[in-house]
């Protein structure tokens, strides 16, 4: 009985097709997930860089020149580095990008800590710093967030601090 036509038709494996089409569908997708993992910094720089902590430091020296001083912030960065209460180079953004070194602007002078709320502006790093993707930003509440080039302008615009054009 060679050729049994009642037979039943061989097995064909599903489980077998299934698997090597799950791991063809798999490859593309952790080549892509570990291209952006690699990425990500440059994508969205992560938020413990020197750079946020320098900003972090100069928002606590601001905060107690403030203390010191009735309230009021000081006209500069410089000036908070003459009262000691900054090291002279932390007002220097922590950056190899080309045309370096960058200063933070700083647009806390004219205000106190009774004028400014949670979200005005004190500080931040030229976009050029970081090769034009966007800014470390310091607010008054002292936190210290990242925004993105296109949206820093409309962010000091807001009303938040008036100052210069980023860079």
């Known amino acids: ?70 309230g009021r912030y000081p006209g500069s960065l410089a000036a908070l580095a003459a009262d000691q209460a900054l090291p002279p180079d932390l007002p220097t953004v922590p950056t190899t990008a080309p045309g370096g070194p960058f200063e933070y602007a700083y647009l806390g002078g004219p205000q106190s800590e009774q004028t400014t709320t949670n979200g005005t502006v004190l500080a931040y790093e030229p976009p050029a710093a970081n090769g034009g993707r966007g800014s470390h930003v310091l607010y008054a509440d002292g936190t210290e967030t990242w925004v993105a080039a296109a949206d820093l302008q409309a962010e000091l615009d807001r009303g938040r601090a008036p100052g210069p054009p980023p860079e």
Request: charged share 20%; glycine share 6%.
């Open 1 to 70: 009985m060679p050729d049994d036509p009642t037979a039943a038709p061989p097995r064909r494996r599903p489980l077998l097709w299934g698997l090597v089409a799950l791991g063809i569908l798999a490859l593309p997708a952790a080549i892509i997930l570990a291209v952006l993992t690699a990425y990500q910094h440059v994508i969205r720089p992560t938020e413990d860089t020197p750079s946020t902590r320098r900003l972090h430091e100069i928002g606590q020296a601001l905060h107690r020149y403030a203390q010191d001083h009735g």
